[in-house]
């Protein structure tokens, strides 16, 4: 563990268990977990990752990228991902704490900063940075208002807005203020990829999508392809598969019905495609993961 974020890391095991808790600050939330030589389906929302303790691995597409400690992760875009949690040194868990992006926010801080021209954003709309010591003390200072709730109200933006400021001034400054810039390309993906989550069981209209993005067919199928690693059918075919694996987690639905529930026309088709993204059958993935937690 890097010995500069001993203090994060003890403030952020006082006030989450295992698992994911979203803290009492808007937007932010704390992960603890165990490693595993699993590598599990996840959806990243629009934030910042900093990883306290432990290390991930997250592949997109044929991306592949890997952080801990030292770095923190930008997600320009709600992306899906294949990840995997590893562990610390001697056992210790994979502890992190993300901030969910405002993009009203980062327009009023980007709006009163120095002018900056920036090139049209290219590549995936996922980066690794380096930490530094700048972010390290304004992070602390906003997870140390989890020990003083009554002072998150009045201090809590302002530590936001600190945070936000200095990643702006950072080597993906450039990513972040695209997500500030309505006309941009990446703000029109994000339209289209909120359009895809917002009707994700209902056959993908390419002409609807082109209307909530505001951009041609040509321009859309670039423009995804390019910041997502995926093409719009494919983002969508991601998102229902991981719908139906909690649905079936939850034990109250059969495949079949599942398959229907998030948009299959055919459950035989469902099955080949939950094989092929998950490497085994729907009824065995979820008895295999019932099995690794102690579950029926």
């Known amino acids: 563990m890097n010995n500069d974020l001993a203090p994060h890391l003890a403030i952020a095991l006082r006030h989450a268990p295992p698992g994911l808790t979203a803290t009492r600050i808007p937007r932010v939330d704390l992960c603890v977990g165990q490693g595993s030589t699993d590598k599990a389906p996840c959806l990243y929302r629009s934030m910042i990752c900093f990883i306290l303790q432990g290390s991930k691995r997250v592949a997109i597409n044929e991306s592949l990228l890997s952080y801990d400690s030292e770095q923190y992760l930008i997600s320009a875009l709600d992306l899906p991902l294949i990840g995997q949690i590893l ?168 495949a079949s019905d599942v398959a229907f529930a998030v948009g299959y026309e055919s459950a035989s088709q469902f099955s080949r495609e939950y094989l092929r993204q998950f490497g085994t059958s729907p009824a065995r993935d979820v008895r295999e993961i019932r099995q690794a937690i102690g579950g029926k």
Request: overall charge positive.
């Open 87 to 254: 562990d610390a040194e001697g056992g210790q868990p994979y502890v992190a704490v993300s901030l969910v992006l405002d993009p009203a926010i980062l327009a009023e801080l980007a709006a009163i900063m120095p002018p900056v021209r920036d090139s049209e954003q290219k590549g995936i709309g996922i980066t690794i940075n380096p930490m530094n010591a700048s972010l390290r003390d304004t992070l602390l200072r906003l997870l140390s208002l989890l020990d003083t709730p009554a002072d998150i109200p009045v201090l809590g933006p302002m530590v936001e807005r600190e945070l936000l400021y200095r990643l702006l001034l950072g080597p993906q400054g450039r990513l972040l203020r695209q997500i500030a810039q309505p006309d941009g390309a990446l703000s029109s993906i994000r339209r289209a990829v909120a359009w895809i989550r917002d009707n994700y069981n209902a056959r993908l209209r390419i002409d609807a999508l082109c209307d909530a993005s505001g951009m041609s067919r040509a321009s859309l199928h670039r423009h995804f392809l390019s910041m997502t690693g995926l093409s719009p059918i494919r983002y969508q075919k991601q998102l229902r598969l991981q719908e139906a694996r909690q649905l079936l987690l939850a034990g109250e639905h059969r």
